[in-house]
Structure formats: structure tokens, C-alpha cells
């Protein structure tokens, strides 16, 4: 999408930029800029079709999604609206946890979030009659079954698994202090799924203080390999419910969602038991990517924008329902048009505002221009631009 690291022509200085503040994106000190924390909308909402019942991860590549139900793995090329049914498509690939027989005479159930890695899906797969387990598939039109590998030590529990770039894989059990991680032997995938336990990472709150994590959802990890997102939840088992940024070299809690309110940027609202118990929300699987500027029948799409997608179900008595919520870690700016709210098609017409709207480990991206005044930098931002030179000062 073109983006570049920008070209300082004059120097950044003088002048107090204020309005950002930590508190109002519920952040700790960001050590990277991914965060991905700015509340974009859904798309679908509310949303009742044939692979919404049950939903339970997200993931892709550089052209597809790949979505679990319970027993269900989907492909689905990303030009395909996700705002109907999927099934019928000609060109959705879908395959039932069933019809895998070393999966099947295991008894095993449940397929959990997924993640997806140098053209492999990886599937947490659990409720069998043995240890939880992580299969793998072709990401392809065949989405042909690889193999599994136990998570060793894990128990019977996985309800996600993710990979970084390196290959490496995180999972955990349901309810949680650390989390665990594991390396696969990627040159033998083929004729052996292999998982060694590598290391546990305890958890810790923004204080300090231990923290637990109860019904785990979903989880991916930042480009940088630096920073874990994690989804959590259900009613019953609520215990910090919602969604966590974990810096994985130090266990550290750096963001959590929120419900809402004026200071809410990280929202991801929903409501575990409502009352009656006809409705019951819960958090599903993530995955990043940026799709900003994502382009659908020759026009960039409106619908789905940001960097972070987070599945959220309505676990209705007759079906479920899904959305799918999105967040940025960017925000646009454009000193040649109207002013808008930051985002690529309605960027901010001034610096200024865009500065003051930014927070702890965004990302400014501005088209080539000049940028009037003098700024100073008070939080942890990253400057880029999307084409040329951007010239900020008198």
C-alpha cells in the first residue's frame, strides 16, 4: 500500500501536544508501534448465516480468510462478502472435522481459533479422548489434512493456538496464568507433526501482579513477534473477559479492551450473561492484517478496514450470530481535503488534530505535503508516509 518511513525536512519542536494520554487507549507503555487499539466498527453485525453458528476462530493469508465453526474449517478469498452465506459459494472450500479419520476415532470435537503460517493452517483441535492437539492443513483450495501434534503438557484443553514469524507456536489450557509456547519442526511437517514444549510465560497485570485469564478464546501474534493479542471469556467463567495485549518478552500486560464510555478507544463490548439467558455473548478468535486500503470489485472497501479483526458470537437459542469487529493502529492524515476522523478515506486535514487524537504506539501515516507549525512528541508514535515527502515545520 505504499507506505514508507517519512522524511523529517524540518525539525519537530516546541509547542505541547495535548489530549494523549495512556488512559483514554487503557494502555501500559507500548514497546512496539502495533497497537492496534483504535475501535473501527463491524462488519458483518449481528450477523446470522450458514458458518456464523458456533463460530470460533479467524485467520488468513495474503488472500484468503480461514474461519472455524465447532466442526467446521473454512477458505474463503477475501474479494467474497462475508455479510451472507458461504457455503454455496463456488469458490469457499469448507471440510467437517468428522470427515478427518485420525481426528474422528479420537473423538475429538472442537475445533478452536486458528492461525496460519508459511501456507499451513494450524487448528487447535480438543474435546477428544486424548490430549488436545494441533492439526494442520493445506492452506489451499484442497485444504488437505497434514497431520497433528500434541500439545505437549497442555492436558485436554486448547481452544487456540497461534504462530509468530518465526515459526514458533503459543496455546494455553482454559483457565490461565501463563502461557505456553512451543517450536515445530517445520522441515519434517510433512511427514511428522512435531511440538516441543519451549517455555512458559507468566502473565502479569500493568501493576505487576499476577493475572489470570479464564475460558481462553483466541489469540495472534504482532508482526514484530513482540506483542500477543488474546481474546477471553464466557459466561460463567468471565474473570477479566475481553481482549489483552501481551508483550511477550516480558509476560506484561500493555492494553485491555473496555466496554465503553467517553475514554473508550480499545472497545470490544458485549454482555456474557444476559439476563434469561437467551442471548449470551462470547469472545472468539483474532487475527491481524492489515486491510486498510483493501481493494473489492475495483473500489476500497468500506466495510472492512484496520489491522486487528476480533470475532465476537451471540450465542442465540436457535443459531448464533457473529460480528466482526476491527480496530486500527493507524491514523491518516491529508492536509489537502476536508477534515475527517483519521481514518484512509477520511484522513485528517491537519497535523495538529492528528497528533492530538494519536496514542501510545500508533502509527501517523500522511500523504506527501506540507505540514505548517511545531510540534513536540509526548507519547511513544511512529511517523510515516504514504507517498513523497512530507514536510512539517514553517
Same mark, same amino acid.
Given at each position: 500500500?505504499?507506505?514508507?518511513?517519512?522524511?523529517?525536512?524540518?525539525?519537530?519542536?516546541?509547542?505541547?501536544?495535548?489530549?494523549?494520554?495512556?488512559?483514554?487507549?487503557?494502555?501500559?507503555?507500548?514497546?512496539?508501534?502495533?497497537?492496534?487499539?483504535?475501535?473501527?466498527?463491524?462488519?458483518?453485525?449481528?450477523?446470522?448465516? @450458514?458458518?456464523? %453458528?458456533?463460530?470460533?476462530?479467524?485467520?488468513?493469508?495474503?488472500?484468503?480468510?480461514?474461519?472455524?465453526?465447532?466442526?467446521?474449517?473454512?477458505?474463503?478469498?477475501?474479494?467474497?462478502? &462475508?455479510? $451472507?452465506?458461504?457455503?454455496?459459494?463456488?469458490?469457499?472450500?469448507?471440510? =467437517?472435522?468428522?470427515?478427518?479419520?485420525?481426528?474422528?476415532?479420537?473423538?475429538?470435537?472442537?475445533?478452536?481459533?486458528? !492461525?496460519?503460517?508459511?501456507?499451513?493452517?494450524?487448528?487447535?483441535? %480438543?474435546?477428544?479422548?486424548? @490430549?488436545?492437539?494441533?492439526?494442520?492443513?493445506?492452506?489451499?483450495?484442497?485444504?488437505?489434512?497434514?497431520?497433528?501434534?500434541?500439545? /505437549? $503438557?497442555?492436558?485436554?484443553?486448547?481452544?487456540?493456538?497461534?504462530?509468530?514469524?518465526?515459526? #514458533?507456536? +503459543?496455546?494455553?489450557?482454559?483457565?490461565?496464568?501463563?502461557?505456553?509456547?512451543?517450536?515445530?519442526?517445520?522441515?519434517?511437517?510433512? !511427514?511428522?507433526? *512435531?511440538?516441543?514444549?519451549?517455555?512458559?510465560?507468566?502473565?502479569?497485570? /500493568?501493576?505487576?501482579? !499476577?493475572?489470570?485469564?479464564?475460558?481462553?478464546?483466541?489469540?495472534?501474534?504482532?508482526?514484530?513477534?513482540?506483542?500477543?493479542?488474546?481474546?477471553?471469556?464466557?459466561?460463567?467463567?468471565?474473570?477479566?473477559?475481553?481482549?489483552?495485549?501481551?508483550?511477550?518478552?516480558?509476560?506484561?500486560?500493555?492494553?485491555? !479492551?473496555?466496554?465503553?464510555? /467517553?475514554?473508550? &478507544?480499545?472497545? +470490544?463490548?458485549?454482555?456474557?450473561?444476559?439476563?434469561?439467558?437467551?442471548?449470551? =455473548?462470547?469472545?472468539?478468535?483474532?487475527?491481524?492484517? %492489515?486491510?486498510?486500503?483493501?481493494?473489492?470489485?475495483?473500489?476500497?472497501? @468500506?466495510?472492512?478496514?484496520?489491522?486487528? =479483526?476480533?470475532?465476537?458470537?451471540?450465542?442465540?437459542?436457535?443459531?448464533?450470530?457473529?460480528?466482526?469487529?476491527?480496530?486500527?493502529?493507524?491514523?491518516?492524515?491529508?492536509?489537502?481535503?476536508? *477534515?475527517?476522523?483519521?481514518?484512509?478515506?477520511?484522513? #485528517?486535514?491537519?497535523?495538529?488534530?492528528?497528533?492530538?487524537?494519536?496514542? %501510545?504506539?500508533?502509527?501517523?501515516?500522511?500523504?506527501? $505535503?506540507?505540514?505548517?507549525?511545531?510540534?513536540?512528541?509526548?507519547?511513544?508514535?511512529?511517523? /510515516?508516509?504514504?507517498?513523497?515527502?512530507?514536510?512539517?515545520?514553517?
Amino acid at each position: 500500500m505504499g507506505t514508507r518511513c517519512m522524511t523529517l525536512i524540518a525539525v519537530i519542536a516546541v509547542g505541547c501536544i495535548a489530549g494523549v494520554t495512556v488512559d483514554r487507549a487503557q494502555t501500559g507503555a507500548f514497546p512496539t508501534h502495533e497497537a492496534y487499539v483504535s475501535y473501527l466498527g463491524n462488519f458483518p453485525r449481528d450477523k446470522e448465516a @450458514d458458518w456464523t %453458528d458456533n463460530i470460533q476462530g479467524i485467520g488468513h493469508d495474503e488472500g484468503n480468510w480461514y474461519m472455524t465453526q465447532r466442526r467446521l474449517l473454512y477458505r474463503v478469498p477475501v474479494g467474497q462478502s &462475508l455479510n $451472507g452465506n458461504l457455503k454455496d459459494k463456488p469458490n469457499v472450500q469448507w471440510l =467437517h472435522l468428522h470427515d478427518i479419520p485420525d481426528l474422528a476415532a479420537l473423538g475429538y470435537d472442537h475445533f478452536g481459533d486458528i !492461525s496460519v503460517y508459511r501456507g499451513y493452517v494450524l487448528a487447535a483441535v %480438543d474435546q477428544g479422548n486424548e @490430549d488436545a492437539v494441533m492439526a494442520v492443513f493445506r492452506a489451499d483450495t484442497t485444504l488437505a489434512y497434514v497431520g497433528k501434534g500434541v500439545f /505437549e $503438557g497442555q492436558g485436554k484443553q486448547a481452544g487456540w493456538v497461534a504462530a509468530d514469524g518465526d515459526g #514458533f507456536v +503459543y496455546s494455553s489450557s482454559n483457565h490461565i496464568t501463563a502461557l505456553r509456547k512451543y517450536r515445530v519442526n517445520w522441515a519434517q511437517i510433512e !511427514s511428522a507433526v *512435531q511440538l516441543e514444549f519451549v517455555q512458559e510465560i507468566p502473565l502479569w497485570d /500493568e501493576a505487576g501482579a !499476577s493475572l489470570r485469564l479464564e475460558s481462553m478464546q483466541g489469540g495472534g501474534v504482532s508482526p514484530s513477534n513482540r506483542l500477543i493479542y488474546l481474546t477471553n471469556g464466557t459466561c460463567g467463567n468471565s474473570l477479566n473477559a475481553g481482549v489483552h495485549v501481551v508483550d511477550l518478552h516480558t509476560g506484561r500486560r500493555v492494553a485491555r !479492551s473496555c466496554q465503553g464510555g /467517553e475514554n473508550c &478507544l480499545f472497545r +470490544y463490548e458485549f454482555d456474557l450473561c444476559h439476563p434469561g439467558g437467551a442471548s449470551n =455473548h462470547e469472545p472468539e478468535g483474532l487475527t491481524i492484517w %492489515d486491510l486498510d486500503g483493501l481493494v473489492l470489485d475495483g473500489q476500497v472497501a @468500506d466495510e472492512i478496514e484496520g489491522q486487528l =479483526h476480533i470475532l465476537l458470537l451471540n450465542n442465540d437459542i436457535d443459531q448464533s450470530n457473529v460480528w466482526i469487529k476491527h480496530y486500527s493502529g493507524k491514523v491518516y492524515v491529508n492536509d489537502d481535503g476536508p *477534515q475527517g476522523n483519521g481514518r484512509l478515506k477520511t484522513p #485528517f486535514n491537519n497535523l495538529a488534530d492528528a497528533l492530538d487524537f494519536a496514542w %501510545d504506539g500508533s502509527t501517523l501515516v500522511l500523504e506527501n $505535503g506540507t505540514y505548517p507549525g511545531s510540534f513536540r512528541l509526548d507519547t511513544h508514535i511512529r511517523l /510515516e508516509t504514504r507517498t513523497g515527502v512530507a514536510r512539517i515545520g514553517e
